[in-house]
T-cell receptor
Framework: NAGVTQTPKFRVLKTGQSMTLLCAQD?????MYWYRQDPGMGLRLIHY???????AKGEVPDGYNVSRLKKQNFLLGLESAAPSQTSVYFC?????????????FGSGTRLTVV | GQQVMQIPQYQHVQEGEDFTTYCNSS?????IQWYKQRPGGHPVFLIQ?????EVKKQKRLTFQFGEAKKNSSLHITATQTTDVGTYFC?????????????FGKGTHLIIQP
């Protein structure tokens, strides 16, 4: 089925380790987003991309980097993980024909940093 | 920056009772979107409202967009156990949403059978 696929689904990291979260969509969407979800905080935007080769910072970008080398993939990197980055990470994609359409979210990556 | 506030944070209802969640933005919105997230799941897009005063229905769900386009509500009639989850509203920033949506913190709907 078409949609947004996130890998891995779960991960435990030690403080200081690095990792990359992968998001892949097969809907030919231009726009892609990384959000984090923490209890009581809702969904907060980390980084986003409006097209292949472009990225921009969201509300909470510190400690993260992203890349969008191919239209269908959006990677989120943690260079040196910290316990404050323990969270559920969601990738989303969307498109616009003048009016923005609703986001399609992946199933999430549950990350624990110890 | 833009703020989107939702109330209540939690709502306990008996099965069959009605439920309403309210969303308020600090700025005028070009549109507003609603999402549902089941426990342990991911947000799923429900609907988008664009016009001032717009009302849309999806079976037992009624969505409203305020006349000033700064507030919105979701009303569920005769709740069922399948309605359990967190309901989020979200509004676009100055980029119309391409630069990301600002989500409210959500309303958790808890249904007691």
């Amino acid at each position: 089925n078409a949609g947004v696929t996130q890998t891995p689904k779960f991960r435990v990291l030690k403080t200081g380790q690095s990792m990359t979260l992968l998001c892949a969509q097969d809907m030919n969407h231009e726009y892609m987003y990384w959000y984090r979800q923490d209890p009581g905080m809702g969904l907060r935007l980390i980084h986003y991309s409006v097209g292949e080769g472009t990225t921009a910072k969201g509300e909470v970008p510190d400690g993260y980097n992203v890349s969008r080398l191919k239209k269908q993939n959006f990677l989120l990197g943690l260079e040196s993980a910290a316990p404050s980055q323990t969270s559920v990470y969601f990738c989303a994609s969307s498109y616009s024909t003048g009016t923005l359409y609703g986001y399609t979210f992946g199933s999430g990556t549950r990350l624990t940093v110890v | 920056g833009q703020q989107v506030m939702q109330i209540p944070q939690y709502q306990h209802v008996q099965e069959g009772e009605d439920f309403t969640t309210y969303c308020n933005s600090s700025t005028t919105l070009s549109n507003i979107q609603w999402y549902k997230q089941r426990p342990g799941g991911h947000p799923v897009f429900l609907i988008q409202l664009v016009k001032s005063g717009e009302v849309k229905k999806q079976k037992r769900l009624t969505f409203q967009f305020g006349e000033a386009k700064k507030n919105s509500s979701l009303h569920i009639t005769a709740t069922q156990t399948t309605d359990v989850g967190t309901y989020f509203c979200a509004g676009p920033g100055s980029g119309g949403g391409a630069d990301g949506l600002t989500f409210g913190k959500g309303t958790h709907l808890i249904i007691q059978p």
